[in-house]
């Protein structure tokens, strides 16, 4: 199977560079059945990874420790694995859209294995909030998460990627993918970063579109100038903009647009949904970028423990939960907007050249917080690599800053 083939020529190349593991390996937001076309295709040339690079400083969190796997049972099975129960830990819900992407990756891997394989899913922050996920799952406390990146910029800041547009043809999680599966310089670095934290990544699961949200209808970044933009903070890609920040929490927001403190204001489509914005602020632009996607990964401990066989069922399955993603996340945005349009919300997207323009701002935005913290971290070589990656790779002409 052709899958199969890709999967096996990570494998192969994780293998090569001895990392431990059995490596797996925009105007407006597409609405249509998204279609993830995750080609991982190594390129071969073997890279070592410098001994240097691979310490990163962690903050853990000690949980208590139970066991997450059944005991060995005397069962046999056709297929070559040795019967495991896994806890999987999760934040969301069992119904809303994140909890049914675990519950697909959950259902391929148990029918895959035969059985072999089973799933304690627990639900609802069960187990811990999302803060506490990397320390449940690197203590081995639950055997698998669906690891927000976003929120552990210390302990795994390679992988915590500025925001860009995917580009052309692309799905939103296409670059974290790249990076993590593909590219022969950062492949390397970025398991080995998951290593020293304990874990292994199998896929990523994307992040819906971002949107401005005004008072006032505009078109494109110049009609932002002057107007009063709400955020957490002002940062250079918004002061670019000839904007007047105004400090707003998300949870104040409402009440700054509804009380004409804040004119603009920018984030997810989801969290627009969730706090109403739409209801004081009618005017909605996509401005072509998208969340950082979340990573399904397993403790370092239980991935050892999976034959070859399994961990190639958990990259499929990965792969298959990565495509409902898309499709939810494409289907969600469809239904949302359709309502609010005929509740008299407008909705535009900022041109190509301005989608660019802005790309670019926020990447470079990112990119030297990032190269702050890798000073800090003594890792300033390989954040450059991974940097000019993600840049080159999703189009941005982001250079790194002279030494």
């Given at each position: ?39 991982i ?42 019967p ?54 690197r ?47 950062t ?8 290593k ?14 971002n ?77 072509g ?9 397993v ?105």
């Open positions: 199977m052709k899958k199969g083939l890709v999967l096996g020529s990570v494998l192969a190349l994780a293998a090569a560079l001895g990392l431990g593991f059995t490596a797996c390996t925009a105007d407006g937001p597409d609405t249509t059945t998204a279609s993830v076309t995750t080609s295709t190594v390129e071969t040339t073997s890279t070592t990874v410098p001994a240097t690079s691979t310490t990163v400083e962690t903050t853990s969190t000690t949980v208590a420790t139970t066991s997450t796997s059944s005991p060995m049972s005397t069962t046999t099975t056709a297929f070559p694995q040795e495991m129960t896994l806890r999987f830990a999760t934040t969301s819900a069992k119904d809303e859209t994140p909890g049914r992407i675990i519950r697909r990756f959950v259902d391929h891997v148990e029918e895959a294995t035969a059985g072999a394989i089973t799933f304690d899913v627990f639900y609802d922050s069960t187990l811990g909030a999302a803060a506490e996920e990397l320390a449940l799952v203590s081995g406390f639950v055997d698998m998460v669906c690891l927000r990146l976003s929120a552990f910029p210390y302990q795994l800041p390679l992988l915590c990627l500025p925001e860009c547009r995917p580009g052309e043809g692309r799905t939103a999680v296409d670059c974290l993918d790249h990076i993590t599966f593909q590219n022969r310089d492949v390397p670095l970025i398991h080995a970063e998951a020293a934290n304990d874990i292994s990544y199998v896929g990523f699961v994307a992040g819906g579109p949107v401005f949200v005004g008072r006032e209808p505009f078109v494109t970044l110049a009609d932002l100038s002057g107007l009063r933009f709400g955020a957490a903070a002002s940062a250079p890609a918004l002061e670019a903009l000839g904007v007047t920040v105004v400090e707003t929490s998300p949870a104040g927001m409402y009440e700054a647009l509804a009380g004409d403190v804040v004119d603009v204001t920018r984030a997810g489509f989801s969290t627009t949904m969730d706090l109403k914005w739409y209801e004081p602020a009618e005017h909605y632009v996509w401005d970028t998208y969340a950082a996607g979340n990573a399904l990964t403790n370092l401990r239980t991935w050892a423990r999976l034959s070859p066989e399994t961990q190639e069922i958990f990259y499929e399955a990965a792969l298959d939960a990565e495509t409902l993603s898309g499709e939810l996340s494409a289907a969600e945005v469809r239904l949302s907007t359709g309502a609010l349009e005929e509740a008299g919300v407008t909705f535009g997207s900022l041109s190509p050249e301005d989608q660019a323009t802005w790309s670019f701002l926020l990447f470079e935005d990112g990119a030297s917080e990032r190269m702050r913290r890798a000073i800090t971290f003594g890792l300033t070589s390989d954040m450059t690599t991974v940097l000019s990656t993600a840049a080159a790779f999703s189009g941005i002409p982001w250079a790194p800053p002279a030494e």
